[in-house]
């Protein structure tokens, strides 16, 4: 009788290890919905050896960067320029230089000076847009999982660059001078109200950028990342 309770034991004993077993070998279920697998789970498709397309926002950025290096790089340019001509236009043995030929120097000059510091409130604009850009951008992808900024938006960065760029472009190609005669300073004055006019545009529909952008960011919403 006892050896029967034995067997009986070490039967039961042995099933229940040959369960378990299969078991463990047995394919785990998962929910076809991959969203149920954990609460708050964030799951990345990575595409190896891709590369994939350059966002409107670090495009944005990219393109900020390029053009405060290049403003960087033209008022050094200015200035030995202006480092080279101050040292032309010392007299040499008390015999002093071609009227005409100073002031032509004189007027490059001022033009340059002109120019550099009306590129400095260019300049000024450049990094904290591009890191307004780079902000509204993390709020879609980290603190909104995987989200991105909205369409409309995206294309508020591309505009806001132009309007930088447009704005260096027109103070480089319409900067007048300030030395010559009644008539050339009269002109010169005129146009440099003009050019500020049209900066003061153009800063305002920047201006009106940056709201567009700080309401995005605080309007946007999450995603389904798997719609």
């Not at 591009?130 to 989200?147: H, W």
């Not at 991105?148 to 319409?174: G, K």
Request: hydrophobic share 45%; charged share 20%; glycine share 4%.
């Amino acid at each position: 009788m006892s050896r029967q309770i034995v067997f009986s034991f070490m039967v039961l004993v042995a099933l229940g290890c040959l369960g378990s077993v299969a078991e463990a070998r047995a394919d785990p279920k998962v929910d076809p919905n991959p969203i149920n697998l954990k609460k708050n789970a964030v799951l990345y498709q990575l595409d190896f050896y891709k590369a994939p397309p350059i966002s409107p926002a670090m495009q944005a950025v990219c393109m900020l960067t390029v053009l405060y290096y290049c403003i960087s790089f033209a008022k050094q340019m200015s200035e030995l320029q202006q480092y080279r001509y101050e040292q032309e236009s010392q007299p040499l043995n008390g015999i002093g230089g071609n009227d005409d030929h100073e002031h032509s120097k004189n007027k490059l000059m001022s033009k340059i000076k002109y120019t550099i510091e009306m590129l400095d409130g260019v300049m000024q604009e450049i990094p904290m847009l591009a890191i307004l850009i780079v902000f509204a951008r993390l709020r879609a992808r980290v603190d909104l999982e995987g989200s991105n900024p909205q369409s409309w938006v995206q294309l508020v960065f591309i505009v806001a660059v132009s309007i930088v760029y447009f704005q260096a472009l027109v103070i480089t190609c319409c900067s007048p001078g300030k030395e010559g005669n009644a008539s050339e300073k009269k002109e010169a004055n005129n146009l440099k109200k003009a050019v500020k006019g049209f900066k003061v545009f153009l800063s305002f529909c920047l201006m009106a950028c940056v709201v567009l952008i700080f309401i995005s960011i605080f309007t946007l919403r999450k995603e389904p990342i798997y719609d």
